[in-house]
């Protein structure tokens, strides 16, 4: 039998790496040593007996088949062998994300309940001082909602000046891996508000501007919190507009220009759900420190400042190599071609994560001036 490996998520730990299952279907994690992730490698596509070659070819050692075997037991257990069994529970969770995306995170990052969902919402509110303007397109956080309440409440007072549009085009980041580019899931998302229901009309016209499947990683919104978080907020305030949540993993020429033609097609209300510098140990930096945080509030607030002038192209490409790793990045290349040419910053926050000396930054934009793409 020849092996057929799923891609893993990998982390490097103390004692060795952590393999996961990308999409969160399999919970129950797999460590491996430097000497484990070898023979991992050498596995895609090839029998127990291949393997064992190919390591007695470079190293001169049998492996014996029973580890062999161990090895790949836990790797399915993990999730991330594909075998008849593993095969099966994906393609259920598939199925069950075929009529709704269930929520994730109520419970954890917003109550479940509607009435003690409306109080979460009039306290993040409350938490944002400034004056808000009408706006035609928003870029909000996606970030854990009590780690930077002001700028949810600067998105909240946004909404409530802005009249509820007919429909919203939501571009998330995708934090597991696309099929694609970008990827949408056609069937409504559960809220405490009630569904937030999708425009099917206008998800199968933006199908047909793309050169590939939209409709292509159910599995990929399973667990992104960069759309459910967001979509929390907005239904909470618009109830009865219609919903396109995308997710962007990187950008094309292709899905810029079929943005563009779709939002002059389908004029929607688009809101950009992004975080911004990611910096610290968990991130590959040194601990959180003054000098660290200086570099990434510089980044961050000129990055925003591009954006708020109309200046999409030049806020990316003034990033370099985006040494601060703004998450922003693929969704604004995506969506240039349709941001409108002015806006105001309401919010921003460098958020300290204190058990891992990182932080995370997060802002608030509100788009006021006349949209490119009309």
Do not use: C
């Not at 991992?40 to 050692?61: P, W």
């Amino acid at each position: 039998m020849r092996i057929r490996l799923r891609t893993p998520q990998i982390a490097r730990v103390e004692g060795g790496f952590l393999l996961t299952d990308p999409y969160g279907v399999y919970e129950k994690p797999l460590l491996l040593t430097e000497e484990g992730l070898f023979l991992l490698s050498l596995m895609e596509g090839k029998t127990l007996e291949e393997v064992q070659e190919e390591v007695f070819k470079a190293h001169g050692v049998l492996v014996p088949k029973k580890e062999l075997e161990e090895l790949l037991a836990a790797l399915e257990a993990s999730g991330l062998l594909l075998s008849e069994e593993v095969e099966r529970r994906l393609k259920e969770e598939e199925a069950r994300l075929r009529s709704l995306r269930p929520m994730r995170l109520a419970g954890l990052s917003y109550p479940k309940e509607e009435k003690a969902a409306r109080a979460f919402l009039e306290a993040f509110r409350a938490s944002y001082e400034g004056e808000a303007p009408r706006a035609e397109a928003l870029l909000m956080p996606h970030l854990e909602p009590s780690r930077v309440p002001e700028a949810y409440g600067a998105a909240l007072a946004v909404l409530e000046r802005t009249p509820e549009p007919e429909r919203v085009l939501l571009l998330g980041v995708a934090h597991r891996p696309l099929e694609e580019a970008v990827a949408a899931l056609p069937v409504p998302f559960e809220t405490p508000f009630g569904p937030a229901e999708p425009d099917l009309e206008a998800l199968g016209h933006l199908d047909a501007l793309l050169p590939f499947e939209l409709f292509n990683t159910p599995l990929a919104f399973r667990e992104e919190h960069s759309l459910e978080l967001p979509l929390f907020f907005l239904k909470g305030r618009w109830p009865r507009a219609r919903y396109l949540p995308l997710l962007v993993g990187h950008s094309t020429p292709q899905v810029e220009e079929a943005l563009r033609v779709f939002l002059k097609d389908r004029p929607a209300f688009l809101v950009l759900a992004v975080d911004l510098s990611h910096v610290g140990p968990r991130f590959g930096d040194p601990p959180f420190s003054p000098p660290l945080a200086r570099a990434a509030r510089q980044k961050d607030l000129a990055f925003l400042q591009a954006l708020a002038g109309g200046r999409p192209m030049e806020a990316v490409l003034a990033l370099g190599q985006n040494p601060t790793r703004i998450d922003a990045v693929e969704v604004v290349r995506a969506a240039a071609k349709a941001l409108p040419p002015r806006g105001e910053v309401l919010a921003y926050r460098l958020d300290l994560e204190a058990p891992t000396l990182s932080a995370v930054g997060a802002g608030t934009l509100a788009f006021t001036g006349a949209s490119a793409a009309s």
